[in-house]
């Protein structure tokens, strides 16, 4: 019996929705805290030292429980001359972006909140609507240097959506479909065959690896991690845009940021690394490994992007927008018309 | 004239008089940020992004220096002189010390000469090892400062196997270094000499802060988004840095070669060899270049001190009870950051009539409002690590 | 006038003849840190492992109560004045009947406030009967600043602490 034909849905359509969307929220909360232990490591081991240590046992594994637990008890502060509506709602704005990005990606060939027609398409739209959280959470907290971050913010997260729809433009010519479960089959699908064994390749090594390299620029300026770091940059405006958050509010802003991160290295991974798919394995047994198997490959991704934090600078601000006016947009433009040439010819 | 001319008349008025008066905000760079190397404050009128006008507020950590060594003896003042540039302790004591010393006309030997050169020399490197690490932290580079201070750690144990103390030794003492360890009948015997295997301790850890320099030169100086932030950024002429005053490493990056250990030397350095680093520039990218390789120099020097020292007494003969004669002295000295004197006028007697402390950091910061006018903000913040002061230095 | 900085010159005026390729120092220092991830951390495990200062280190001050004359050189050098000493003078019985009487300074009373005190040593230094010494013990903070004043009895304590002088340099 193949796992298509356990049929997990109850009747209903509405209850199987709420059910399934539970499912990924609740993935998604989970699923933040061991990204944030892995950095807090990862970054500690590369400076020579050790992180958590007492946290829960040898390994400090119980840090981010604890991180969570005393951001709950926090006092509510709304400060006197912000305007509390704006202020309010700014985080939830941020959060309700970032989840509606996990309701697309595919963990398995059924294994998908809802597997979208559109998906990319959808995935990058919803996406921007965190720009305006951003900006509701600078204007409304009544603070020059929050002002200030959220502004930056604003310019920079705007420009680096350019090459972000550009660099995903070019692999959905590529695999002729903006549904990401399509992108997933069409890299599954053989090349060529040694022998009498079908290889198929992923799109980073079919010619989208100058996609890959502007997706994932792209990417850590949309997560503004360093060295894309403006709105933050802790040592100048201690915290940005953020500065007048505590608490709760500001747990919502930080889980939201780590679930962007997880969020858009699952997306990189299923349109460059080749998702859920690995060979040999047939499709029923392929909902069950696929989540572990496109964990797996967005977690080198959540390495890399973790590894550039711990090395480089922080550029500043004007630097970060010619980054991307003069030389990302530009090579992702030229990068599509040669895919799409290579597409139509070959 | 109609009421629609006049009307019209003063709309376009209006409208052109509203453009001009756009106010700067004013951006308080306040007293606690974590950028400003202590308690300085930076009263900003920003336009966009865009510094107009800077006024640097100091005073916030003012102690009194000066009026407090009227009332202590000579020294008692060692001990608190050593906490004005607290990164580099020592380096702060030997310009006073050499300056009592002149005063009474007194000769320090030669091995107490060559302890205070090595235990310089170690200051310096302690003090650029800070700057080091500090100054990618503000640009957003945040592992420069682990490997920096774990070697920094090891410099400082260096100073305190010597004179029992890291960051305040409270080592010299008039006619040279602290000769034994109290003033007891036993103790006098006790020598505060050179403990056993310093110097193979000093020869290992100079490999380490050279080889920590190797590491900083990949991390941080080849990096391109560093240099992006860096060069060009904050240039001074050599003209206007002499104009206003900057000496050290700040000098010497703006193309002026001038260096008071090679000038006024008050300690053996012209029997070790060194180079005086100099870049013609005058960029933050130069002024964090030239304080990397001054830590190299001054390891250089402190492994040829630790082969040249000579053996002898540690301290000349001085009177228990220290009376200055009448009389004035200026000694300045190279510290870490630049030129530091001690002025001291004395009146006969055990304390000093006034002192008067020429600081490094006091100086170097007179640039701000020249230097800063016309910078974006996040220029504002490489610029003013770059100059590498302590607030401990700028108020007294 | 040598320019000695060693940075690799990609960009903006470097050196032409070292540049390799654009971004050669980005990857140089993702090398870097890559590297040490895999290197066992710098880290002393406080409280489990502790570091041992060097002998001559200036943690706390020892008294020697038997020595002291009460002669108050330490509270008069002290910058701070943070000594505080009392003492009574009692007479002692001669050695032979008829002889002098002998009169001998007590202390009662010496206390040393450690939230003061900057450890400049200079009470060690001038002291002339051999009653303090510098130990480098440093584990001593309080939970009220008042715990901070150790008295007669404390300071004795110390002196199990105290370290011989490290041998010398031979120099």
């Not at chain 1, 290889?199 to 949309?222: D, H, K, N, R």
């Not at chain 3, 007479?91 to 939230?115: C, H, M, S, T, W």
């Amino acid at each position: 019996m193949t796992v298509a034909e356990l049929n997990l849905t109850t009747g209903y359509f509405w209850l199987d929705t709420v059910i399934k969307v539970a499912i990924a929220l609740g993935f998604m909360m989970t699923l933040a805290l061991p990204v944030i232990y892995a950095e807090l490591k990862v970054m500690a081991h590369m400076q020579n030292r050790v992180g958590p240590y007492y946290a829960g046992g040898r390994f400090g594994w119980a840090q981010p429980i604890a991180d969570g637990l005393k951001f709950l008890q926090k006092e509510d502060l709304v400060p006197r001359d912000a305007d509390a509506a704006v202020y309010k709602a700014a985080p939830a704005v941020v959060v309700m972006a970032t989840f509606a990005v996990f309701i697309v990606i595919p963990l398995g060939p059924q294994v998908v909140v809802r597997d979208m027609d559109i998906g990319i398409f959808y995935l990058l739209a919803i996406s921007s609507i965190g720009v305006l959280g951003v900006l509701m959470a600078g204007w409304s907290s009544a603070n020059k240097y929050s002002l200030i971050g959220g502004l930056r913010a604003a310019g920079q997260l705007i420009a680096y959506e350019l090459p972000l729809i550009l660099a995903a433009l070019a692999v959905v010519i590529q695999a002729g479909t903006m549904s990401l479960v399509g992108i997933v089959e069409a890299q599954g699908e053989p090349l060529f065959t040694i022998g009498s064994v079908p290889i198929s390749l992923p799109y980073l090594l079919t010619g989208q690896i100058v996609s890959f390299v502007i997706f994932v620029i792209a990417m850590v300026a949309e997560l503004s991690r360093i060295p894309f770091d403006m709105p933050f940059a802790e040592s100048e405006l201690t915290m940005g845009y953020v500065t007048e958050y505590s608490g709760i509010r500001f747990a919502m802003f930080f889980l939201g940021e780590y679930a962007s991160l997880i969020a858009l290295s699952l997306v990189v991974a299923t349109l460059f690394l080749g998702g859920y798919w690995i060979p040999v394995i047939p499709d029923d047994w392929l909902n069950l490994i696929g989540p572990m198997v496109v964990m797996g490959k967005a977690s080198l991704v959540i390495f890399f992007v973790l590894w550039i934090r711990s090395t480089f600078p922080r550029l500043r601000e004007d630097q970060l927008q010619t980054m991307a006016w003069h030389w990302l947009i530009p090579l992702a433009l030229v990068n599509l018309l040669v895919i799409s040439f290579v597409k139509v010819v070959v | 004239m109609t009421d629609m001319d006049i009307a019209m008349k003063h709309r376009s008025e209006v409208a052109v008089s509203v453009e001009l008066q756009t106010a700067d905000m004013t951006l308080n760079i306040g007293p606690q940020h974590p950028s400003t190397h202590g308690v300085l404050r930076l009263i900003a009128k920003v336009d966009g992004e865009r510094i107009t006008s800077i006024e640097p507020v100091i005073g916030y950590m003012h102690r009194g220096y000066e009026k407090l060594s009227e009332v202590r003896t000579y020294a008692q003042i060692t001990t608190l002189v050593n906490r004005i540039d607290w990164v580099a302790g020592f380096a702060s004591e030997v310009p006073y010390i050499v300056a009592v010393e002149k005063l009474m006309g007194v000769e320090p030997p030669e091995r107490a000469q060559w302890i205070r050169l090595i235990l310089s020399e170690l200051a310096r490197i302690a003090s650029h090892l800070v700057f080091m690490s500090s100054y990618p932290l503000e640009l957003g580079a945040i592992t420069p400062l682990f490997h920096a201070l774990r070697d920094r750690e090891r410099v400082l144990e260096l100073i305190e196997g010597v004179t029992g103390g890291r960051f305040h030794p409270n080592f010299n003492r008039v006619g040279g270094v602290k000769p034994n360890a109290g003033g007891g009948k036993q103790t006098r015997n006790v020598s505060m000499d050179i403990p056993a295997g310093w110097f193979a301790e000093t020869r290992e850890t100079m490999e380490k802060v050279l080889s920590v320099c190797d590491d900083i030169d990949t991390l941080v100086v080849g990096n391109e988004l560093f240099r992006a932030r860096t060069v060009g950024v904050g240039i001074i002429p050599a003209a206007k840095a002499k104009e206003y005053g900057l000496s050290g490493p700040n000098l010497r990056a703006s193309g002026v070669p001038f260096d008071l250990r090679k000038e006024e030397p008050h300690l053996p350095y012209p029997e070790v060899e060194f180079d005086v680093i100099s870049t013609n520039t005058g960029d933050s990218n130069d002024r964090y270049r030239v304080r990397l390789a001054e830590i190299r120099e001054s390891a250089k020097i402190v492994l040829q001190a630790v082969d040249k020292i000579p053996s002898g007494p540690l301290v000349a003969k001085v009177p228990r009870v220290i009376k200055v004669p009448k009389g004035q002295a200026y000694v300045r000295g190279e510290n870490p950051k630049g030129e530091f004197g001690y002025y001291i006028i004395s009146e006969g007697g055990q304390k000093p009539y006034r002192m008067k402390i020429r600081s490094t950091s006091f100086s170097n910061l007179s640039i701000l409002p020249w230097i800063l006018k016309d910078q974006l903000v996040p220029d504002l913040v490489a610029i003013l690590g770059s100059l590498d002061f302590v607030l401990g230095d700028v108020d007294r | 006038m040598t320019d000695n900085g060693n940075g690799n010159g990609n960009g903006n005026g470097g050196n032409p003849k070292e540049i390799k390729f654009p971004f050669a120092g980005l990857f140089k220092g993702l090398g870097f840190t890559g590297k040490y991830l895999f290197k066992k951390p710098a880290t002393v495990f406080y409280p489990d492992e502790k570091e041992i200062p060097v002998p001559r280190a200036r943690g706390v001050i020892a008294l020697d109560t038997e020595a002291c004359t009460v002669c108050m050189l330490c509270a008069r050098e002290c910058p701070d004045w943070c000594i505080y000493i009392e003492g009574h003078k009692e007479e002692q019985e001669p050695e032979e009947p008829g002889g002098r009487i002998k009169v001998r300074a007590e202390l009662d009373r010496f206390d040393i406030d450690y939230g003061l005190c900057m450890y400049c040593g200079i009470c060690v230094d001038v002291c002339p009967f051999d009653a303090l010494f510098w130990s480098p013990e440093y584990e001593y903070s309080e939970h009220a600043v008042v715990d901070l004043l150790h008295d007669k009895e404390k300071l004795t304590d110390w002196l199990e602490t105290v370290t011989p002088p490290p041998p010398l340099e031979s120099s």
